[in-house]
């Protein structure tokens, strides 16, 4: 971990002063695990959890709201202000602030989408396999919850099946028993996001 947050303190910054790091995978995949993880590798970066920018009725169709909110004020080098949403309560909270750090972790997901990309630094995949992550999100979310991922199942299949994320990945994320294994992603590696679909010659290890 500490050497994965090395290298993206290096990269160049993507978004105003701020190095964006997105972390995407399906539900359950443990995208908040991880991002809590490589923010204290990274001395405390800020994490933004999607969990709080979208919402009952906006699943996914939450992008104008984080692009005005947050992307538009860290590309004038300025701290974000964007209000959280409750999920039991189902509505918002009070805004709060994101400061405009050199790195910023974005966790959720989407995080990877097409309309982000162009903002950030890296794009992490947490690679647990769609069914096994829908079934630890279940199994931690308990039947409280079920009427929720019965919902959510089908929406997050449309997301990925018109905006897909993996495909762009900088780096793959896996699971170990104690830790996490870092690989290089479909575009081969870490540095400045390119939206292609493809680069060519061998993926470039680290």
Request: charge should be negative.
């Amino acid at each position: 971990m500490d050497q994965l947050a090395a290298r993206l303190r290096r990269l160049p910054p993507s978004c105003g002063p701020v190095r964006l790091i997105a972390v995407d995978g399906h539900a359950g995949s443990g995208k908040s695990t991880f991002a809590g993880r490589l923010a204290e590798a990274l001395g405390g970066a800020p994490v933004l959890r999607l969990d709080d920018i979208a919402s009952h009725d906006e699943l996914f169709a939450w992008t104008d709201r984080l692009l005005a909110q947050v992307i538009e004020p860290f590309g004038r080098g300025e701290s974000a202000r964007y209000a959280s949403y409750d999920w039991r309560a189902r509505r918002f909270g009070p805004a709060g602030a994101l400061p405009a750090a050199p790195v910023v972790l974005v966790e959720g997901v989407g995080a990877g989408r097409r309309a982000l990309r162009p903002f950030l630094a890296c794009l992490l995949w947490m690679d647990v396999p769609a069914e096994e992550a829908w079934a630890r999100g279940r199994s931690r979310d308990g039947e409280e919850q079920r009427e929720f991922w019965d919902g959510w199942v089908p929406a997050e299949v449309r997301h990925f099946a018109e905006d897909p994320s993996r495909p762009y990945a900088d780096l793959l994320v896996r699971q170990l028993q104690q830790g996490y294994e870092v690989l290089p992603g479909p575009v081969g590696g870490i540095g400045p996001h390119q939206d292609v679909t493809h680069r060519e010659g061998p993926p470039a290890m680290w």
